[in-house]
């Protein structure tokens, strides 16, 4: 069935760096893809989406293109600040409105 | 406009006790999802509500159920509680089933549950 991976392991960077995070699909047709944040002590907030194969999703400075070649949809984020700190999960809709999410990644942004 | 609520915060049970969540959906929505977001099992999708009936349900066994009312609220409740149902529990909403099957859909903070 459909599904999400994402790399493995948090994702530590200096402040200005520059973000990705690798996330892979498998699915059946053109799910929409999704990438949430999910600050400590909250719940998971929806940062982008695309909904068909070369969209670019984008917000606050992360962008993530629709890639139907390489089934990707990899996040990037050209200049993090401390902000940024959160975890950071792929999805997709499995079909029948249910999500399918990435394990997530743990991203911390040192000053 | 305000958000997907839950309550309460924090839940803190016992074994084979039963636990109730409680969820309000943005307005204008119909569509309730709840998921368990368990340490090392990441989010897994529970149940989903829209228009007063069960949707479609995850791979979670019966003492997991729920409903949703008339205002679109929903309650989900955990019968018989184990250890390892403690999770954190979000809920999700979207305006319906009416809008296709690729809404985004919005969480809430969640209830966190802990059985002792």
């Known amino acids: 069935g459909n599904s999400v991976t994402q790399m493995e392991g948090p994702v530590t960077l200096s402040e200005e760096a520059f973000l990705t995070i690798n996330c892979t699909y498998t699915?059946?047709?053109?799910?929409?893809l999704f990438w949430y944040v999910q600050y400590p002590g909250e719940g998971l907030q929806l940062l982008l989406k695309?909904?068909?194969?070369?969209d670019k999703g984008s917000n606050k400075g992360f962008e993530a293109t629709y890639r139907k070649e390489t089934t990707s949809f990899h996040l990037e984020k050209g200049s993090v600040q401390v902000s940024d700190s959160a975890v950071y999960f792929c999805?997709?809709?499995?079909?029948?409105?249910?999500?399918?999410f990435g394990k997530g990644n743990q991203v911390v942004v040192i000053p | 406009e305000a958000g997907v609520t839950q309550s309460p915060t924090h839940l803190i049970k016992t074994r084979g006790q039963q636990a109730t969540l409680r969820c309000s959906p943005i307005?204008?929505?119909?569509?309730v999802y709840w998921y368990q977001q368990a340490l090392g099992l990441g989010l897994q999708f529970l149940l989903w509500?829209?228009?007063?009936?069960?949707?479609n349900r995850g791979n979670f066994p019966p003492r997991f159920s729920g409903r949703q009312f008339p205002n679109y609220s929903s309650e989900l409740n955990v019968n018989a509680l184990e250890l390892e149902d403690s999770a954190l529990y979000l809920c999700?909403?979207?305006?319906?089933?009416?809008?296709?099957?690729?809404?985004?859909?919005?969480f809430g903070d969640g209830t966190r549950l802990s059985i002792l």
């Open positions: 999700a909403s979207s305006p319906g089933r009416s809008f296709g099957s690729n809404q985004p859909q919005h």
């Open positions: 509500y829209d228009e007063g009936e069960e949707r």
């Open positions: 699915a059946t047709g053109y799910p929409s």
């Open positions: 695309a909904t068909k194969a070369d």
């Open positions: 307005s204008g929505h119909t569509s």
């Open positions: 999805a997709l809709n499995r079909g029948n409105n249910r999500l399918a």
